[in-house]
């Protein structure tokens, strides 16, 4: 019944490692992005796709590749890994179309600890 | 300055009492406008939007002011579960380029 999952919930990884992480929603959305919430708790968007064509990029490191394969998907894979890059990563999606006040539900959330 | 400034808190209010929290904005081409509520260590889900006309939800009252740039919502009779952070959120909407900037948050704790 998760309308928007994530895996995984946490990561503890070795700096300069790659790693990926996975969302998937089953709300039938068209649009699903990438947030970064730092340790101020402060949350900004990186990336947002439509219909699998990247709309926004938020001066993120070019160390970070979203992929959407469908619409239903959006991944993040994040080379080179920096103490930095320790934070949440939120994934969340949303219907388009010109009723701009469409709620975005929000993943769970995947911890991403660099050590 | 950053788009969307908030008071981080944090606010300590007893049971019962009424709580209201404000938020400006900088850009003024900012379409619209949200109250989110972040549980610790849980993902930000909507609480309500915000229209010019001000609207209610049972305690929960928001009111935008777009010749101020201000956002504010007030909470009545505030309960334990009221417990969270309230993340004020600007929507800059041009087609297409649809843009969510949230506020750092403020942090509210419902004291018994």
């Known amino acids: 019944d998760t309308a928007v999952s994530q895996t995984p919930k946490y990561l503890v990884t070795q700096m300069g490692n790659d790693k990926s992480i996975k969302c998937e929603q089953n709300?039938?959305?068209?649009?699903m992005y990438w947030y970064k919430q730092d340790s101020k708790k402060f949350l900004k968007i990186m990336f947002s796709?439509?219909?699998?064509?990247?709309?926004i990029n938020e001066t993120v490191p070019n160390r970070f590749s979203p992929k959407s394969p469908d619409k239903a998907h959006l991944n993040l894979h994040i080379n080179s890994l920096e103490l930095g890059d320790s934070a949440v990563y939120f994934c969340?999606?949303?219907?388009?179309?010109?009723?701009?006040?469409?709620?975005?539900?929000f993943g769970p959330g995947t911890r991403l600890l660099v050590l | 300055r950053k788009e969307v400034e908030q008071d981080p808190g944090p606010f300590n209010v007893p049971e019962g009492a009424t709580v209201a929290f404000n938020c400006t904005y900088s850009?003024?081409?900012?379409?619209?406008f949200f109250w989110y509520r972040q549980d610790c260590r849980k993902e930000p889900k909507l609480l309500m939007s915000?229209?010019?006309s001000g609207n209610e939800d049972g305690r929960f009252t928001a009111q935008l002011n777009r010749a101020s740039q201000y956002i504010s919502l007030l909470i009545r009779d505030s309960k334990l579960s009221d417990s969270a952070t309230y993340l004020c959120?600007?929507?800059?909407?041009?087609?297409?380029?649809?843009?969510?900037?949230f506020g750092t948050g403020t942090r509210l704790t419902i004291i018994p």
């Open positions: 796709y439509n219909n699998k064509e990247l709309i």
């Open positions: 915000v229209y010019s």
């Open positions: 850009n003024s081409a900012s379409q619209s």
């Open positions: 959120v600007v929507n800059r909407a041009n087609f297409g380029n649809e843009k969510l900037t």
């Open positions: 969340a999606s949303r219907t388009s179309g010109e009723n701009w006040g469409e709620t975005q539900y």
């Open positions: 709300l039938g959305h068209d649009t």
